[in-house]
């Protein structure tokens, strides 16, 4: 309700206990009529729930309305008439008692609705189990049947419930629906036999013609036309538009197996209704002495045959008296009338006592097999107040019933108020109310009460009329302040009233009954013998209904009104011992019709229900009381202290809230848990000033939430980064640990190869030998000597490859040769090979003599000389190599002969070196050739040459054993064996 307290300006408000102007029927009519047109159909008055009938389908009772409403505080949502059933349920699951929803209204203003969505919340809502959904389909099924056999077209209503009707459900600890049972009250049995114009029987009957497929109608012996049967016509519409007889028929058949009505019992049931419409097509005339006699003898045999009854003793119970004397009993015939009145009377009991065993067979099926511990939520569907031109009897029970509902009301809501102040520790303010004790008292008191004074007409001998009743009550109870007749009305109201009314002034209004009729109706004489036939029925359920040790035969039976009184006065017990929970439907308009609200009509019924009274009542001390943590919860925005959380209890925060926002000490009252408001302007003050603070609130709130969110985002973005570095992290580390891993594996099979590298290939050092052959061969390929004057700088093999690398130096030598071969040039060639053949030719003719003169101090020339022979023949085969050399690496060796254009610039690039094995030879031949023999100078000893300009070089020449040339220590160039320079 809290939520809604902004919108009470469009939509009126939610709870007329805080409506201003609470005793104002005309603002309650306002505040009523302003919801209805916004489709608002709900109001409260405190926990007390108004509803009017909007005559058109809502969306408001859907399995998400139910969802919306399960559970939820009573006052959060707008009123519903869920939120009330769900308020009920879920206190008597918390609080463990017995709880009750008293549901009034007049006819056609939606009590058996209110009723039914109330059912159907608990079915949907209750916990749910194969059994528990057994039990929870009986109970909604329960109702068509009910509805059928105790419904009917009135004007009012298509679908009027004529008869009251209190249904218990019974609830486990768990909360599941266990079982259920109905008590009914006042079923109206007159209509079996009449109705008024524009009004039906009983649904069953119809549906059953209509309904009922041919073999059933054959064996029943029925046409399946309502025309034919007395008891359907009369008041001239079987036919109702807004009612589908077939398909309830379908409904009700299906019910019947659902609620455990076996075959049998079923066509004993049909039977007992078709014997209903056989009974009224009976007719009687009068013999020769004016007695009643019978003609339809083929109503009589489906009579018989359906109840199981012999015709003959039918016949004389329809048409007879049973008088008993003392020692004999006597038959009595009847006139026509008293025929028919028997008739009638027979067909109402037979219904009647059939309904009741109805009801009784449903109980059966609804009954909790499980005796464990259980509470209970009562509905109580029973008609309002009625107020018809003509009130008669039915009326006078009907508002009696509805004081003594008023009486309970009273006792148990101020009751509830003083246990609540008492509780709350507020000082419990006496409510002024008005107590309708005193007209409880005028209806059912002892001796002097209507009723009293009604059964004792009824049963005393002699002429009682319904005006000595009148005149009775006008000599005993005349000068009650609540009775008034015409007779003893002042002049003005006496206009009101005719001869035979009398008017009540009950707690609702005042209503006038017509006395006519009430003694008859009253005694619902039922002719001894008619009972007595019945009790010879085959029929099981008349069988049942009439069962041959009836109570007391001879004592005259309770009168209707004693029998309503007794079972009002169990109802009330009933109910006195539950918690009370009200719902009072209203109808907007008599024509049915959505949309429109009949001001007079509304006011009528809001007078009637006493919707005023139950306000003043409830406004009777402070229109509003909340739980402090509800109340602080709501407006603790309003002031600095309490905003936005409060340190200390709740009842605090409220005292310093309120004592901020100014309130007077006579508008609240500080109970133990709640806060009391006395005036509903000091509410919708704080509420108006809430508003305003809201929206201040709401943009700030916002922000912050932003700020939260987009923090919160942060930091989950935050704690996903972490969370992937660490996973990052971890990954690296462990490919870096695998992969140091891998190396400290492989370096140690290095190691291992690498020692054993000379031990044969094996698991050890296969793999290292492997990249030894691989790293010598990769390292020889880049460094293979440039030229064959190098060939001798080859790369030294490992041990392992020495073989190998041999083959591949003469390999590639002889590659190099055959390149070399390859690129010289024809000219060249053509040169070499002058100089070869010049060299070949003079070399024959080289003299020993000439060489003598040559070398003819040197030393070595004549071990050369010795071998000349040999010399010869081999100079002839050899070929003379021309090669060049850098000048780096090179160190001239004996037998070769370099050609330089300077001898200081020994071995420049450019110089040609000779190389022969016969080096005397071709000097020799040389020195012939330019013909100077001084061309050629031996040097023995030393010679100095520059090494460059400035700089002086000396080389010493030696013999020896061996040639070798070396640095000496004196820092010459020493060349033992044979050396020749020339220049
Ligand atoms: N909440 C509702 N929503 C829509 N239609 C409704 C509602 N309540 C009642 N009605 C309509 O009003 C009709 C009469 O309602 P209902 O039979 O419940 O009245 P009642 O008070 O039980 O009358 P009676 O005392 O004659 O049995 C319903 O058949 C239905 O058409």
């Known amino acids: 309700m809290e939520a809604s307290l902004t919108a009470r300006d469009r939509v009126g408000i939610q709870d007329f206990v805080l409506l201003d102007a609470y005793t104002s029927e005309t603002a309650f009519l306002d505040n009523l009529r302003k919801r209805f047109h916004e489709n608002l159909i709900y109001t409260y008055i405190g926990t007390l729930l108004v509803s009017l009938n909007p005559y058109k389908e809502l969306d408001i009772y859907s399995k998400k309305q139910m969802d919306t409403y399960m559970g939820v505080n009573f006052f959060e949502l707008p009123p519903h008439i869920y939120a009330l059933a769900d308020n009920v349920f879920r206190t008597m699951m918390s609080e463990f008692n017995n709880h009750f929803i008293l549901i009034s209204g007049e006819s056609g203003a939606g009590k058996t609705e209110a009723c039914k969505k109330i059912l159907h919340f608990y079915a949907v809502s209750c916990p749910s189990t194969k059994i528990l959904n057994n039990v929870r389909d009986r109970l909604l099924l329960s109702n068509p049947v009910l509805e059928a056999f105790g419904n009917a077209k009135t004007l009012k209503n298509d679908n009027s419930s004529r008869f009251g009707k209190y249904m218990d459900i019974q609830f486990d600890h768990q909360g ?21 114009h524009g009004e039906r029987n009983f649904h069953i009957f119809y549906q059953l013609v209509d309904g009922g497929d041919e073999d059933l109608l054959r064996w029943l012996g029925l046409r399946r036309d309502c025309q034919h049967y007395n008891y359907l016509v009369q008041g001239d519409c079987a036919k109702v538009s807004s009612v589908n007889d077939r398909s309830d028929w379908r409904t009700v058949r299906k019910a019947l197996s659902v609620v455990d009505f076996s075959e049998s019992d079923v066509e004993h049931l049909f039977g007992i209704v078709a014997s209903v419409l056989h009974l009224g097509n009976l007719k009687f005339e009068a013999d020769t002495r004016g007695y009643a006699a019978l003609h339809n003898s083929q109503e009589m045999h489906w009579l018989s045959k359906l109840l199981g009854i012999p015709a003959q003793v039918l016949q004389q119970g329809l048409t007879h008296r049973k008088i008993e004397a003392k020692t004999e009993e ?72 509805n004081e003594k509902l008023q009486q309970l009301f009273i006792q148990l809501t101020l009751k509830s108020e003083q246990a609540e102040y008492e509780m709350e520790g507020v000082e419990w303010e006496p409510v002024p109310y008005f107590n309708n004790k005193i007209i409880c008292d005028l209806v059912e008191e002892k001796h002097r009460g209507i009723i009293s004074l009604l059964d004792e007409e009824c049963l005393r001998p ?109 109802l009330i017990e009933i109910l006195g011992t539950k918690e009370p929970w009200y719902v009072r439907c209203i109808k907007p308009n008599e024509a049915k019709e959505p949309g429109r609200f009949d001001d007079v009509l509304v006011r009528h019924q809001v007078k009637y229900l006493g919707l005023m009274e139950h306000l003043r009542v409830r406004r009777a001390g402070f229109a509003y009381r909340r739980k402090y943590e509800i109340f602080l919860q709501r407006y603790k925005p309003l002031c600095p202290d309490t905003w936005p959380n409060w340190k200390g209890t709740a009842a605090e925060g409220v005292q310093v809230l309120i004592k901020h926002l100014g309130y007077q000490p006579d508008e609240y009252k500080m109970g133990r848990t709640k806060i009391f408001i006395r005036h509903p302007r000091t509410l919708f003050a704080t509420e108006d000033a809430f508003q305003v603070c809201k929206h201040k609130l709401a943009t700030k709130i916002q922000a912050k939430y932003k700020g939260y969110r987009v923090k919160g985002d942060y930091q989950k973005q935050k704690e996903a980064a972490t969370k992937i570095e660490n996973c990052w992290r971890g990954l690296m580390a462990r490919k870096e640990r695998e992969k140091r891993e891998w190396a400290v594996a492989i370096i140690k099979r290095f190691i291992k190869g690498f020692m054993t590298r000379n031990e044969p290939s094996g698991a050890d050092n296969r793999e290292y030998l492997s990249y030894v052959r691989h790293s010598y061969l990769t390292r020889l390929r880049e460094n293979l000597p440039k030229t064959l004057l190098h060939k001798d700088l080859w790369l030294t093999p490992p041990p392992i490859l020495k073989e190998t690398s041999l083959f591949l130096k003469q390999l590639f030598i002889r590659h190099m040769v055959r390149k070399y071969v390859q690129g010289i040039t024809e000219e060249r060639k053509a040169l070499v090979c002058y100089t070869h053949t010049r060299i070949h030719t003079r070399i024959h003719t080289c003299t020993h003599m000439q060489a003598a003169v040559i070398f003819h101090n040197f030393c070595l020339f004549a071990a050369s000389v010795e071998s000349a022979d040999q010399f010869h023949v081999q100079r002839e085969k050899r070929d003379v190599p021309v090669v060049k050399y850098d000048r780096n690496g090179f160190r001239p060796r004996p037998r070769q002969l370099v050609f330089t254009r300077d001898a200081a610039y020994l071995l420049d690039e450019g110089d040609l070196v000779l190389e022969c094995d016969f080096l005397f030879e071709a000097l020799t031949k040389l020195s012939a050739i330019v013909d100077k023999c001084d061309f050629i100078q031996v040097v023995q000893d030393s010679v100095r040459f520059d090494i460059q300009p400035g700089r002086e070089g000396v080389v010493d020449f030696r013999s020896g054993q061996e040639s070798v040339v070396y640095r000496a220590k004196n820092g010459h160039l020493t060349v033992v064996i044979i050396y020749l320079f020339f220049s």
Not at 176 to 196: C, D, F, M, P, T
Not at 348 to 353: F, Q
Not at 465 to 477: Q, R, V, W
Request: glycine residues 6%; hydrophobic residues 35%; charged residues 25%.
């Open 462 to 570: 002699g002429e009682a009329t319904d005006f000595t009743l009148l005149e009775k009550m006008e000599e005993i109870i005349g000068g009650h302040p609540h009775f008034v007749t015409h007779k003893l009305a002042d002049q003005k109201t006496r206009k009101s009233l005719a001869r035979g009314d009398f008017r009540l002034l009950h707690y609702a209004g005042e209503v006038t009954y017509s006395v006519v009729g009430f003694l008859d109706k009253n005694n619902d004489l039922l002719y001894r013998n008619g009972k007595e036939v019945m009790q010879q029925s085959k029929n099981l359920i008349i069988k049942h209904c009439f069962p041959p040790s009836e109570p007391d035969q001879k004592k005259r039976p309770e009168t209707v009104v004693t029998q309503f009184k007794s079972s009002l006065v169990g």
């Open 176 to 196: 599941g629906a266990v079982g259920g049972h109905i008590l009914s009250y006042l079923l109206e049995k007159s209509r079996v036999v009449h109705q008024n």
């Open 330 to 401: 006597v038959f009595s015939p009847f006139s026509v009338d008293h025929a028919v009145y028997a008739r009638d009377a027979l067909a109402k009991a037979v219904y009647g006592r059939t309904f009741n065993w109805l009801v009784n067979k449903i109980n059966e099926s609804l009954a909790n097999v499980d005796s464990s511990r259980k509470t209970v939520i009562g509905l109580l569907d029973i008609y309002g107040f009625e107020v018809f031109t003509v009130n008669s009897f039915e009326q006078f029970c009907i508002n009696y019933c």
